[in-house]
Structures are given as C-alpha cells and as structure tokens.
C-alpha cells in the first residue's frame, strides 16, 4: 500500500457518492407514457374503457405501446396493444371494449407502458359507475 491509495479511495468514494446522488435526482421512468385522462362506461357485455395518453413517442424506436385494466390487487382485466407511434397525434384516446369486471367492482385502474421503458409502476384509478 502506498501513501497514495487512501487518497485515491477518498476519491473513488466521493465519485461514487454523486454519481448516486445524480441518478436518484433523475426520474427512472421520465418517458413512459401519462394517462391523461381514463373513462369506464357500462355497455352490453362489460365494460367500455376509453384512456387519453400523452408520450414523446419519437418513432418506432420509442412509443407507447399498450395500456391494460387491472383489478385493486393487479389482475389484468383487459389490454389494449397500440400498434404504432403517434408522433403527431398527441395526447391521444383509444377504447377497449368487452372488458369483464367482477361483479362487486367498485374502482379499476389503469396502467400505461412504452416500448422502452416497459409498463409504468402507477396506476390511473378509475370509479365505475353503474
């Protein structure tokens, strides 16, 4: 061990710490798409669900790319895959129909994802109205 090694921790250890610090300072998911706005309507078998997005989708290289219907404890109840970017038609609605929740249902959720950055940890809730 030289005299030098303790320094060059000290400087390692300092580097270490900001770089941590830096990326905690950056929110993990900064693209994944925003439910703007989310809808349930009762129709003749299940429900119609109607979710506004808003995403910087840049191409096919990053766009949003689904949203799904989950119950409280996060059983999908239905998805809806977007099959392409919408690069020049932001915020943009799309509907799932036939959606079947079970009876007793009060509140579902929504949650979004890109083709980056997967689906977003927070959910959209969504009071049914019968």
Excluded at 21 to 38: G, W, Y
Excluded at 102 to 111: H, V
């Amino acid at each position: 061990m030289t005299s030098s090694d303790p320094l060059r921790l000290a400087l390692l250890r300092t580097a270490l710490v900001g770089a941590c610090l830096a990326a905690m300072a950056v929110p993990l998911r900064a693209d994944a798409p925003q439910i703007t706005h989310a809808s349930a309507t009762p129709a003749a078998m299940g429900w119609r669900i109607d979710v506004t997005l808003l995403h910087p989708d840049s191409g096919w290289d990053h766009y949003a790319d689904r949203w799904q219907v989950e119950a409280e404890d996060g059983t999908v109840l239905g998805q809806r895959i977007l099959h392409h970017p919408h690069v020049d038609e932001q915020p943009f609605t799309r509907s799932l129909s036939g959606v079947l929740v079970p009876d007793g249902t009060q509140r579902i959720f929504i949650r979004a994802g890109c083709s980056v950055h997967g689906l977003a940890e927070t959910r959209k809730p969504v009071d049914l109205i019968r």
